[in-house]
Each structure stands twice: as structure tokens, then as C-alpha cells.
């Protein structure tokens, strides 16, 4: 399948090779170095929640600092005839999510059905997802295909990256002192697809998809936690001819772009390249 086909749409499972795969076990040697007191499945279910992220945040600082990581990806982009010299991609963001998740005070605006442009993500961007511990059906997320062409209202316009990261950005702790004034984009009506798409997995798989997909994460109720690999990327000459999906309903402020960074040399996009993607998208 041609990488252009996320644009129209298209979705994919795919398999890791063995190589990919050496390079992401040391993710599960960190999740059962923080909860070694047993199954950390079970345990990140029964502990608090303030201390589970707590935990997440001592795992999410060993990956950044580890940056054979990302080695994983170039057997992928192989795969897909990507350049890894073109590629540009976002923190690799470990999330961990409870049996019975949906249940916490303030989890239902992070489990928000959204695209990832309402949150100021480039419409081309691609997204991977990779379960690193078992994820059943009807517990991981799901994708509304009908609406990849078809806009929905949304409070998107409300949203300002700027601010969003002065309050505490992706992945903040509940305890921020302005977590209170975030935004989380979301649909204003209900979401009605007669064909939804339901994402599961196990260590070894991933799931490839256009993030202007609108998706969503499903309640956990498998009785154990789920641990998963999201990553976000960009192709670098898809930026600078504009090639992608185009604005249907985004109305976001601001960019992710300067936060992506070269595969290989950690560089940043040039801002008039940058500025000139957001620009004929519609924001600002």
C-alpha cells in the first residue's frame, strides 16, 4: 500500500519485524523496573491514580533519553518506501491507560472523540500506534471513517496551542496549576458512523493512519491496563508541497511543527516551510 492511500483514508495493520521489535523491549523493562512488585497490568489498575502518573512520568523520561527507541521505526519506513531523511516526528509518548479509566474524575475530556488537527497537528499528519502490552477489542480506540471526508462541528476554534502548552501541554499531570483552563476540542453533536473502526493489539503489531481520521479512545474494561506507543510524524516534502488531506472543520491556532523533529539529525523544518503549510491551511 502507497503511504498517499492514509491520505485518502486508508488504514493499515501491520506486523514488526524482529528488528523493530529488539528495539522497543527496553520500554517493558522500564514499566516493570517503576511497578516491580508485580503484573504492572494489574498493579497501574490498583494503585492511585496520582501515583500512576507519577510512575508514567519516570517511564516517559527513560524513552526520551534513549534514543535507540526510535530506531524501531526504520524497518517501517522501509516498509513503506519512506526516506528516513524526510521524516519528522514528535516525542514518542507512552500511555498507559487503567481498567475502568473512563470512571476517573476528569478522564472523559482526554477520552474526547477528536481529529488530532483540532489540536493544532498538521492535517498530513501520519500516526502510529503500537500496543506494548495486550489491548482487546472494544478496549483500545476507535476510528470514524465516515467523517475523514465529511466535517463535523466542533469547538476547535477554541483552541490556541499556545496556550494549551502554557497550561501544561500533552500529557500534563492533574496537578498543574492551570490544568483547569485547558481546552479539549470535541465534537458539538453526536457522532453517528454506521461502520466505526475498532483498534486492538498485542506487543508485535502497530496500526498506521492519517491523523485527520476522527478517532477516539474506548472505555478499558479488559480488567488490566493497557500500554501503548503513539507516534506522530510528518514527511518533510508532504509539508512543502503541501500534500495531504485538506481542512474541513479545524479551526485551531497554532502549529506542532516546531515541536517535530528530523529522524536522523533532530533538526526542525525551516519556519518559512512552516509557516507557509499553515498559512494555506486555513489557521494561524
Given at each position: 500500500?502507497?503511504?498517499?492511500?492514509?491520505?485518502?483514508?486508508k488504514?493499515h495493520?501491520?506486523?514488526?519485524?524482529?528488528?523493530?521489535?529488539?528495539?522497543?523491549?527496553?520500554?517493558?523493562?522500564?514499566?516493570?523496573?517503576?511497578?516491580?512488585?508485580?503484573?504492572?497490568?494489574?498493579?497501574t489498575?490498583?494503585?492511585?491514580?496520582?501515583?500512576?502518573?507519577?510512575?508514567?512520568?519516570?517511564?516517559?523520561?527513560?524513552?526520551?533519553?534513549?534514543?535507540?527507541?526510535?530506531?524501531?521505526?526504520?524497518?517501517?519506513?522501509?516498509?513503506?518506501?519512506?526516506?528516513?531523511?524526510?521524516?519528522?516526528l514528535?516525542?514518542?509518548?507512552?500511555?498507559?491507560?487503567?481498567?475502568?479509566?473512563?470512571?476517573?474524575?476528569?478522564?472523559?475530556?482526554?477520552?474526547?472523540?477528536?481529529?488530532?488537527?483540532?489540536?493544532?497537528?498538521?492535517?498530513?499528519?501520519?500516526?502510529?500506534?503500537?500496543?506494548?502490552?495486550?489491548?482487546?477489542?472494544?478496549?483500545?480506540?476507535?476510528?470514524?471513517?465516515?467523517?475523514?471526508?465529511?466535517?463535523?462541528?466542533?469547538?476547535?476554534?477554541?483552541?490556541?496551542?499556545?496556550?494549551?502548552?502554557?497550561?501544561?501541554?500533552?500529557?500534563?499531570?492533574?496537578h498543574?496549576?492551570?490544568?483547569g483552563?485547558?481546552?479539549?476540542?470535541?465534537?458539538?453533536?453526536?457522532?453517528?458512523?454506521?461502520?466505526?473502526?475498532?483498534?486492538?493489539?498485542?506487543?508485535?503489531?502497530?496500526?498506521?493512519?492519517?491523523?485527520?481520521?476522527?478517532?477516539?479512545?474506548?472505555?478499558?474494561?479488559?480488567?488490566?491496563?493497557?500500554?501503548?506507543?503513539?507516534?506522530?510524524?510528518?514527511?518533510?516534502?508532504?509539508?512543502?508541497?503541501?500534500?495531504?488531506?485538506?481542512?474541513?472543520?479545524?479551526?485551531s491556532?497554532?502549529?506542532?511543527?516546531?515541536?517535530?523533529?528530523?529522524?536522523?539529525?533532530?533538526?526542525?523544518?525551516?519556519?518559512?516551510?512552516?509557516?507557509?503549510?499553515?498559512?494555506?491551511?486555513?489557521?494561524?
Amino acid at each position: 500500500m502507497e503511504i498517499n492511500s492514509l491520505y485518502e483514508g486508508k488504514t493499515h495493520f501491520g506486523k514488526l519485524s524482529k528488528e523493530s521489535k529488539s528495539y522497543l523491549t527496553p520500554i517493558h523493562k522500564y514499566i516493570q523496573d517503576e511497578f516491580p512488585s508485580g503484573d504492572p497490568c494489574l498493579l497501574t489498575s490498583q494503585i492511585p491514580y496520582p501515583q500512576l502518573q507519577k510512575g508514567m512520568a519516570k517511564i516517559r523520561s527513560k524513552i526520551y533519553e534513549n534514543h535507540s527507541i526510535s530506531k524501531f521505526l526504520f524497518p517501517i519506513l522501509d516498509e513503506w518506501n519512506l526516506d528516513p531523511n524526510d521524516v519528522y516526528l514528535d516525542l514518542l509518548r507512552l500511555r498507559c491507560v487503567p481498567n475502568g479509566f473512563h470512571q476517573l474524575e476528569g478522564a472523559e475530556s482526554v477520552q474526547y472523540i477528536h481529529r488530532d488537527p483540532w489540536y493544532a497537528n498538521p492535517e498530513n499528519q501520519i500516526n502510529l500506534w503500537l500496543p506494548i502490552t495486550k489491548v482487546e477489542l472494544g478496549s483500545g480506540f476507535s476510528l470514524y471513517p465516515f467523517y475523514f471526508k465529511n466535517p463535523i462541528e466542533n469547538n476547535s476554534h477554541s483552541f490556541d496551542y499556545r496556550h494549551w502548552m502554557e497550561t501544561g501541554g500533552f500529557q500534563t499531570s492533574y496537578h498543574h496549576p492551570k490544568i483547569g483552563e485547558k481546552i479539549f476540542p470535541k465534537p458539538s453533536k453526536p457522532v453517528s458512523d454506521p461502520n466505526p473502526l475498532s483498534v486492538a493489539g498485542d506487543f508485535g503489531d502497530y496500526f498506521i493512519f492519517a491523523s485527520h481520521h476522527l478517532h477516539g479512545t474506548n472505555d478499558n474494561t479488559q480488567g488490566h491496563s493497557r500500554f501503548s506507543l503513539e507516534v506522530r510524524l510528518v514527511i518533510g516534502e508532504h509539508i512543502k508541497n503541501k500534500i495531504g488531506p485538506k481542512n474541513i472543520d479545524n479551526g485551531s491556532k497554532g502549529t506542532t511543527l516546531y515541536e517535530m523533529k528530523q529522524l536522523v539529525t533532530g533538526e526542525v523544518l525551516p519556519t518559512e516551510v512552516i509557516e507557509s503549510f499553515v498559512n494555506q491551511s486555513g489557521l494561524s
